[in-house]
Structures are given as structure tokens and as C-alpha cells.
């Protein structure tokens, strides 16, 4: 059965090259939002390396995508600075989070469920066990501060995962693996109670496009020590819902110090997290790319037009 489609939407670079075929084929605008791209990635991390066939397919991607949606501006501007995009072609939308998912719960209540120390500092690392994420800072940085902290990773396998291995061996070898806690992968709807369980979520990557967990901890009213990157920059407000370092578990180590030890800090920065992400919020985000279709659909009928 014929279908008639008014704009694709594509994400990621595989589902972009797809899209675009597709977008010329039926002679449709093409909008897609790319994530993360290589060329970035490699700017943030000399040794990143990604194929030429993925960098080459994106910069395609940049030239024939009718619009570019980016999670922040500051990934708008080096679209612009270093791939070649058009001012016009960009459009900044954040991520969404569903805040009715990720809600604060008791903070004494989450560690008795989880099986955590009640009077002990908990830190934080969700994500991929990728090196770009920095799960290896984490752990030096946990050596490093005075603070003797719980140190929890949910993200990677609990069996058969070299990068889990890795990290237990580092964790050996720095003299913390009595205070490290490897989780693996979890649920999604187990998240908020475990980002409300910890006193702060690090996140020490080389760079983040938008910066997920992020929100997410925020929501739950969780601090973030994060690196000063990316669209970290955007979410984390430095020294009122966290703090913004340079990446370096120095200082990390450092700030997550000053945090811990004072209380009345921790608890206005929990006060002040979940308001600050209520834009992130999936109607407000919906409500913007729609925006962006009807405003593609007006522009293809004008040239039909003319």
C-alpha cells in the first residue's frame, strides 16, 4: 500500500545515509540528528578513532540534510566551525527525559532497598564502560579524595566483560576494591532510585554532545561533578547543582572533597536540581520538533510552488 510521508527524521549516522536516500527518492525535507559525530569526538580525544567511512557518510550527511537538529548550542556551533554546516540549517532542541519517571526518592530509604551503607558518602558513574566515558577517572578520583566514599558503577556486564575486568583490576591495584560497586546494566525505571541513593553523580567524560545522565540525576535531585565539556556545560549550573572541573581526577577529587564535607551545600544543591531540568521535559521538547516539521513542510510546499 502507497504511503505518502510529509519529512523524514533520522538519527545517528546508519540511519541518516538510509534516510537520505529515502528523502531524495520521494522528494521529501530530510531533518536528522546525528548525537555524536566522529569529527567531534576525535577533537575531544586525539586518540578517539573512528573509520573513514563513518566520517565521510556524516560530512555527506551535514551537506544534504535540508535541517540538523542539535541537543546544544555549543554543538551548533562546531557543526558550523568545523563540518561545514549553515547557520540555517542547525537548530538546537535538547534530549528529553521523562520527569515523571526519574522523581527524587528518600535518600535512606533507596540505600536500605539497594544494600548500601546509611552513613557513608555514595558516589556515582552511569554509562558505558568506554574509556571516552572515563569510568578509569572515576576510580582514580575516588582513590584520591579524602572522603572514603562508596563508589557505585551501574553501566557494562556483571559476567564475561574485559572492561568490567579492567576496571575491578584498577580498582584492586589503587586499593579501593572493598568500596566499589559493580552493578552492570540496569533498568531504566531502577535508575531513580539509585541516583537518589548517591550524594553526587560523576561523570569525568572527554565529551558529551548533550549529557543524559546528567538530567537524569539532576531530576532526582542528585548533584553532578562533571568534566567542564560539551552539553555538560548547559545542565550542570557550576557550584548551584554541582560543579564543572577540567578533567583531571585532581580536581575532581577535589570538589566532590569540598561537597561531601558540607552538608548544608549538598542539601541546597538537591533543592535546587530538579527544577533546574523541568525544560527538559518530553512535552517541551515534542512541542519543538514539531515546531521544526511544520516549518519544513511550509518551506517544501513553497518550492512545490514555485
Given at each position: 500500500e502507497a504511503r505518502e510521508y510529509d519529512v523524514l527524521h533520522s538519527h545517528y549516522w546508519l540511519s541518516g545515509?538510509?534516510?537520505?536516500?529515502?528523502?531524495?527518492?520521494?522528494?521529501?525535507?530530510?531533518?536528522?540528528?546525528?548525537?555524536?559525530?566522529?569529527?567531534?569526538?576525535?577533537?575531544?580525544?586525539?586518540?578517539e578513532q573512528e573509520s573513514f567511512l563513518r566520517l565521510e557518510m556524516e560530512q555527506q550527511l551535514i551537506k544534504h540534510a535540508d535541517r540538523i537538529i542539535t541537543a546544544t548550542?555549543?554543538?551548533?556551533?562546531?557543526?558550523?566551525?568545523?563540518?561545514?554546516?549553515?547557520?540555517?540549517?542547525?537548530?538546537?532542541?535538547?534530549?528529553?527525559v521523562d520527569l515523571?519517571?526519574?522523581?527524587?526518592?528518600?535518600?535512606?530509604?533507596?540505600?536500605?532497598?539497594?544494600?548500601?551503607?546509611?552513613?557513608?558518602?555514595v558516589l556515582?558513574?552511569?554509562?558505558?564502560?568506554?574509556?571516552?566515558?572515563?569510568?578509569?577517572?572515576?576510580?582514580?578520583?575516588?582513590?584520591?579524595?579524602?572522603?572514603?566514599?562508596?563508589?557505585?558503577?551501574?553501566?557494562?556486564?556483571?559476567?564475561d566483560d574485559r572492561d568490567v575486568e579492567d576496571l575491578q583490576k584498577l580498582a584492586r591495584d589503587l586499593g579501593i576494591s572493598h568500596r566499589v560497586h559493580f552493578w552492570g546494566a540496569r533498568p531504566q525505571e531502577e535508575l531513580p532510585m539509585i541516583y537518589s541513593a548517591a550524594d553526587a553523580t560523576v561523570i569525568p567524560s572527554y565529551h558529551e554532545s548533550f549529557g543524559l545522565v546528567a538530567v537524569e540525576?539532576?531530576?532526582?535531585?542528585?548533584?553532578?561533578?562533571?568534566?567542564?565539556?560539551?552539553?555538560?556545560?548547559?545542565?550542570?549550573?557550576?557550584?548551584?547543582?554541582?560543579?564543572?572541573?577540567?578533567?583531571?581526577?585532581?580536581?575532581?577529587?577535589?570538589?566532590?572533597?569540598?561537597?561531601?564535607?558540607?552538608?548544608d551545600l549538598l542539601e541546597q544543591m538537591h533543592l535546587a536540581a530538579r527544577p533546574s531540568v523541568q525544560h527538559f521535559s518530553?512535552?517541551?521538547?515534542?512541542?519543538?520538533?514539531?515546531?521544526?516539521?511544520?516549518?519544513?513542510?511550509?518551506?517544501s510546499a513553497q518550492l512545490v510552488a514555485q
Open positions: 545515509v538510509a534516510a537520505s536516500h529515502l528523502a531524495r527518492l520521494w522528494d521529501i525535507p530530510h531533518v536528522t540528528m546525528f548525537h555524536t559525530l566522529a569529527r567531534l569526538k576525535q577533537l575531544a580525544n586525539p586518540f548550542a555549543d554543538e551548533r556551533a562546531q557543526l558550523i566551525r568545523y563540518c561545514g554546516a549553515t547557520t540555517n540549517q542547525v537548530q538546537v532542541i535538547p534530549c528529553g515523571k519517571l526519574f522523581v527524587t526518592h528518600d535518600k535512606q530509604e533507596a540505600r536500605k532497598i539497594l544494600g548500601l551503607p546509611l552513613h557513608q558518602p556515582l558513574f552511569v554509562g558505558r564502560l568506554d574509556p571516552f566515558k572515563g569510568p578509569d577517572l572515576y576510580l582514580r578520583t575516588a582513590a584520591m579524595m579524602e572522603e572514603k566514599a562508596q563508589v557505585v558503577i551501574v553501566g557494562g556486564k556483571l559476567y540525576s539532576l531530576a532526582c535531585g542528585t548533584p553532578v561533578v562533571a568534566t567542564r565539556a560539551g552539553g555538560l556545560t548547559t545542565i550542570v549550573k557550576n557550584a548551584k547543582t554541582g560543579y564543572l572541573v577540567p578533567r583531571c581526577p585532581g580536581f575532581f577529587a577535589e570538589r566532590l572533597d569540598t561537597l561531601l564535607r558540607d552538608r518530553w512535552k517541551s521538547v515534542a512541542d519543538q520538533v514539531s515546531n521544526v516539521y511544520q516549518e519544513m513542510i511550509c518551506e
